[in-house]
């Protein structure tokens, strides 16, 4: 559930607060820096080939994967310097984790949760 809490939904909707910190850091325009698109095509492309791997698998090691890199993301925003490269870049790596590790990973993980312990869903 860490991997929900971290999630690339809740990056992209909180982007809107760093606007000008960003925009005064880069010099880029407002339409520029808009992560949230970024990260939301990447995780409509990446979602059937996310799918395949979760059957090939599992839930566990996707999971994992996601919050590694995800953090590994967060880290580089605040290391690499700022442009437009960095950024969208940095982007696209949070749509891959969140890809690994939001809607389908935590859909059939606690699909699997609930069939298996059907006494104590009851």
């Known amino acids: ?3 929900y809490a971290a999630s690339p939904v809740i990056i992209a909707q909180t982007a809107s607060l ?3 910190p960003v925009m005064s850091q880069t010099g880029l325009s407002q ?3 808009s992560i949230g698109p970024i990260i939301f095509i990447t995780l409509a492309v ?3 080939i996310v799918a395949f791997f979760i059957n090939r698998l599992g839930t566990r090691p996707l999971g994992l994967t996601a919050v590694g890199v995800m953090l ?3 880290v ?3 290391i690499l310097p700022p442009s437009r490269f960095s950024f969208y870049g940095v982007g696209i790596l949070m ?5 690994l590790g939001y809607l389908a ?3 059939q993980f606690l699909s699997k949760g609930f069939t298996k312990h059907k006494a104590l869903t009851a």
């Open 1 to 3: 559930m860490a991997v």
């Open 18 to 20: 760093f606007i000008e």
């Open 31 to 33: 339409t520029a820096i």
């Open 46 to 48: 990446t979602q059937p």
């Open 72 to 74: 590994g993301g967060l």
């Open 76 to 78: 580089l925003l605040t």
């Open 95 to 99: 749509g891959l984790g969140g890809a």
């Open 105 to 107: 990973t935590t859909a």
